[in-house]
């Protein structure tokens, strides 16, 4: 028998409801947890910069659809067979959206590369609304002395940055340099800190250098100023770039930056090409690499390593009824806009 609280008949949500769209206010039925399924009242939802895929419509998207992948919620109702969690549990979701079990990638356990994934917010509604439900198989525990608004960040920029960080081959104390101080950013620099590099910040101009130095960067290079690749082999080259602003032109001219078998790892959301000459790469062993955030497990991971190092992540709080100015907010905030719905 399914198990649930109680619950309205139906509940608020934000959806883009054609491709070009604004977010509009829509009415959701109430639907019990199907198998493999929980439903959750969301108690924040971040708002990422991938949310403007529904809008676009690059993705195969069905209309209208909630964004969201950034979830915090309490397990409000769970399906008869549910076997992992309860009514009363606080959990996550993520981009990671569900995997099928069945793949290769899924064989192996790489779920993040799943040839199925389902994807919050994209292919299934999300968190912009009062209650989401959620692929059992994808969905993280949240520990509950965290903030909800501050937790729902960590499951996409922030399992982003730590998980790609920690599968680079870099060794302490090298060179970890994060080009752009954003929402991304400035967890980087923060998890490379506590990771044990050494940290270099790279953003243009001076305004924000303080706060990089706060959150752990040991040196500042303002691209306004100098030749960031150039400052950066004065320090003896950076062993990976981590690219969180999505500025294809200022990311190609960093690869010089990098010292032997140095990874550019790019993490921004960019749609422009980035072009390299093959024999750039060759005389230090560079590498271009690309990840992808992370499963349910990466996400448990990276809210256990925020805990433990104090991570500290920037928000600014919108309530529900005001989807439309987060959603305009998700690249001027500082630095990650969030839904908290009853705010």
């Not at 054609?18 to 977010?23: P, R, S």
């Not at 991938?50 to 979830?71: A, C, F, K, T, W």
């Not at 340099?177 to 800190?193: D, E």
């Not at 992540?313 to 989807?323: G, R």
Request: glycine share 10%.
């Amino acid at each position: 028998m399914a198990s649930s609280q109680s619950h309205p008949d139906s509940y608020t949500a934000y959806a883009f409801t054609k491709k070009g769209g604004k977010l509009e206010k829509i009415t959701v039925p109430w639907k019990d947890p199907q198998q493999g399924e929980i439903v959750v009242k969301v108690l924040a939802c971040g708002v990422c910069g991938s949310d403007e895929q529904v809008p676009l419509g690059n993705l195969p998207i069905q209309y209208p659809r909630v964004p969201g992948h950034e979830i915090i919620g309490d397990v409000v109702a769970v399906s008869a067979t549910e076997k992992l969690w309860k009514v009363g549990q606080r959990v996550g979701g993520g981009w990671h959206g569900g995997h099928c079990m069945a793949c290769t990638s899924c064989r192996k356990g790489d779920y993040i590369t799943c040839e199925q994934e389902d994807i919050n917010g994209i292919l299934r509604d999300g968190g912009y609304a009062e209650y989401c439900t959620l692929r059992s198989e994808a969905v993280a525990s949240v520990p509950k002395d965290m903030d909800p608004a501050e937790a729902a960040p960590i499951l996409c920029a922030g399992v982003t940055c730590f998980n790609a960080l920690r599968h680079m081959d870099v060794i302490p104390p090298e060179w970890v340099a994060v080009q752009g101080i954003g929402g991304l950013g400035h967890l980087g620099v923060q998890f490379a800190r506590a990771m044990g590099y050494r940290v270099i910040a790279l953003s243009s101009g001076s305004s924000k250098e303080a706060l990089a130095r706060e959150l752990g960067a040991h040196e500042y290079i303002d691209g306004s100023k100098v030749d960031q690749a150039k400052a950066l082999q004065a320090l003896g080259g950076a062993k990976v770039i981590m690219c969180t602003a999505p500025n294809a032109e200022n990311i190609q001219k960093l690869l010089p930056g990098l010292g032997i078998d140095g990874t550019l790892l790019l993490l921004a959301l960019e749609d422009a090409p980035i072009t390299v000459s093959p024999i750039s790469l060759l005389g230090k062993r560079h590498n271009i690499r690309g990840y992808p955030s992370g499963h349910a497990k990466d996400s448990e991971d990276t809210l256990t390593f925020v805990q433990a190092h104090n991570i500290k992540v920037m928000v600014q709080k919108f309530p529900l009824e005001q989807a439309q100015q987060a959603y305009d907010h998700r690249s001027t905030a500082r630095f990650r806009a969030v839904i908290v719905p009853g705010l």
